[in-house]
Every structure is written in structure tokens, then in C-alpha cells.
Nanobody, 130 residues
Framework: QVQLVESGGGLVQTGDSLRLSCAAS????????MGWFRQAPGKEREFVAA????????YYTESVKGRFTISRDNAKNTVYLQMNNLKPEDTAVYYC???????????????????????WGQGAQVTVSS
């Protein structure tokens, strides 16, 4: 059982930056691809970014490309989401998740599908005011 704990959320203004962190409880962290998802009020949860086990491959949803960066430090069992130039439409609860199902040799070694993720954090609120 992998426990994931997000931190770093908050209230910021348009154009500001935030960095979310997600710490994993397991030393087997490096065996999981990791992803970030978000859920805005009244909307379904959506994929934001994913990173392969060693960090060599990343993928982003179109709306955050060029503004968000996902990274990981396997020595610290932590995945990050650096968010720059934040917009009001980025307001959501952000969840990190661990994917132990997608083979490392398949499609970049990450998934954009929620069903591939086995473990989820409790979520971190990000609010961007205009």
C-alpha cells in the first residue's frame, strides 16, 4: 500500500507560480510511474501530467504545456508539479497518483488514464484569483 501526501497548494493571483509536492511512503516509489490530475468545482477529474519511472518521459495535457513541469526525485520518493503563469481556470483540487500497471516499455511508460493508477493522494487545493 503506497501512501501519497500532497503539499504546496494555496491561493495565488493570476500569473503567479506554485510548486506542488507529493511524497510517497514506499521505498518502491521508483517502480511507479506518477501522474497529476485535477478536479475543478462541478467538473470531472482530468489528467494534467505524467512522468515515467525514471523521469525520462513526461506528458502534459494541452492546456498546461509550456506552463507546468512535472519532475521526480526517486531518492526522496517525491514527485513535483511546478506551475507557472497560473490562470483562474487552473483552480482545482490537484491529486497525485501512482501507476504500477503501465509497463515501462509501453507508450513512454506512463498513462493518462485514471484507471491505470493504483494509489491516490488526498488532494491539494489550488486557487487562482483574477
Amino acid at each position: 500500500q503506497v501512501q501519497l501526501v500532497e503539499s504546496g497548494g494555496g491561493l495565488v493571483q493570476t500569473g503567479d507560480s506554485l510548486r506542488l509536492s507529493c511524497a510517497a511512503s514506499e521505498h518502491t516509489f521508483s517502480t511507479y510511474a506518477m501522474g497529476w490530475f485535477r478536479q475543478a468545482p462541478g467538473k470531472e477529474r482530468e489528467f494534467v501530467a505524467a512522468i515515467s519511472r525514471r523521469g525520462g518521459s513526461t506528458y502534459y495535457t494541452e492546456s498546461v504545456k509550456g506552463r507546468f513541469t512535472i519532475s521526480r526525485d526517486n531518492a526522496k520518493n517525491t514527485v513535483y508539479l511546478q506551475m507557472n503563469n497560473l490562470k483562474p481556470e487552473d483552480t482545482a483540487v490537484y491529486y497525485c497518483a501512482a501507476d504500477g500497471q503501465t509497463p515501462p516499455y509501453y507508450s513512454g511508460g506512463y498513462s493518462i488514464n485514471e484507471g491505470s493508477y493504483d494509489y491516490w493522494g488526498q488532494g491539494a487545493q489550488v486557487t487562482v484569483s483574477s
